[in-house]
């Protein structure tokens, strides 16, 4: 009966992805059935980790993230959790190999949020990054090479300045709530409160190196792979572009969004560049 438990698990990582983000759910359906579910579970791991510190509020953060890091890894361990996330966490974690010290550095980023505010430096900005987004492409991306050791490490950066990239244009898009609503500023030595367009062009700068870097290694994932995280990449590629168009006054002041209608105009152009093998 564990089969259907772990399936009941699974539905539950798959409506949780669905819930907190329809875009990075429309990604995942466009990648190999194989691999899909694995990756549902890696997203509803990181996201229950994630609000805990970004939205209980009225809860005591560090009780419940302590309780969730020590259920976690007792479900790696026993290779099974009453927790549904943690159940389809540790399923993929088992399943694919994936290294402990990958998920040790994610938790020791959220549990950074809990008490750090602001970020001095650019090595504590980039070891924050690592933790919170780099090692998630990487948990990925072992899904993806299913056990290509040298596969793995030869798309390893490429994976990595993807998760930057993302987690970067996520921190500009979400100035006004990280800054006003939980008082972080992510972005080293920048004056969130008088953000220029010199100060937007220099992080601009920074993520668009990082796609570049990214676009090389999308190109050499595996089949089952390479149109879902395109199609993610495309998207982000499109919200920062709109973030570029945006006078820096207002980014901080709004939350930029790509309309439903271009997100299916991108979905499309995607498929048509897989189909005729253009990536």
Known sequence: MKALFDSVSFDCSTQVTKAYS???????KMLGPSIRQDIYN???????????VDSFHD???????????HDLYEAISSKISLNPILNSFQYT?????????????????????????????????????YGSADVVGLMCLKVFVNGDTNKYNE????????????????????????FEELNRTYFPNTNLTHLDEKAKKEII????????????????????????????????KRLLKK?????STEIKNTRIRVP?????????????????NLL
Not at 42 to 52: K, L, M, P, Q, S
Not at 161 to 174: I, M, T, W, Y
Not at 260 to 275: M, S, T, W
């Open 155 to 178: 798309l390893k950066d490429g994976a990595m300045r993807l998760g930057s990239a993302f987690q970067k244009v996520n921190f500009l898009r979400d100035l006004k709530a990280d």
């Open 59 to 69: 809860f005591d953060k560090k009780a419940l993230l302590d309780k969730f890091e």
């Open 22 to 28: 329809t875009s990075f759910s429309s990604a995942v």
């Open 93 to 129: 974690v088992n399943k694919y190999n994936i290294p402990n010290d990958l998920i040790a550095a994610f938790m020791k980023s959220m549990r950074q949020d809990l008490h750090q505010q602001v970020y001095h430096s650019r090595e504590e900005y980039q070891e924050y990054i």
């Open 260 to 276: 439903d209608y271009q997100k299916l105009e991108l979905l499309a152009r995607c498929y048509v560049k897989y189909r005729l």
């Open 205 to 236: 700068t920074d993520i668009d190196a990082d796609f570049d870097a990214a676009y090389l290694a999308i190109k050499q994932l595996p089949i089952e792979a390479r149109f879902g995280v395109y199609t993610a990449y495309r998207y982000y």
């Open 243 to 247: 973030l570029k168009a945006t006078p």
């Open 42 to 52: 890696i997203y509803g791991f990181v996201r229950f980790a994630d609000e805990i």
